[in-house]
């Protein structure tokens, strides 16, 4: 969107040597859409990625509980 907007804005400008208001809105359109998207992207890739390493942690914890269960009995019957 960002790079169309570009495009248009330039071709505009060098075709008639004014930027049209048409085009403009259309520059001004495809950078808030491009922001948006950016932004969510953004947002949900934080969000994954502080939901996966809080799994992570919960998983290595819980293994490593089982873990030292596991080594206290085997020292025991041993």
Known sequence: MML??????FISFFLKGV???????????????SGAIYGVNIYY???FGDFENRTVDN????????LDKY??????NN
């Open 59 to 66: 998983l290595r914890n819980e293994f490593k509980k089982y």
């Open 71 to 76: 080594m206290k009995d085997y020292i025991r």
């Open 45 to 47: 890739r934080t969000k």
């Open 4 to 9: 169309s907007g570009m495009v248009l804005a």
């Open 19 to 33: 930027i049209e208001n048409g085009v403009l809105m259309y520059v001004a359109e495809a950078l808030v859409f």
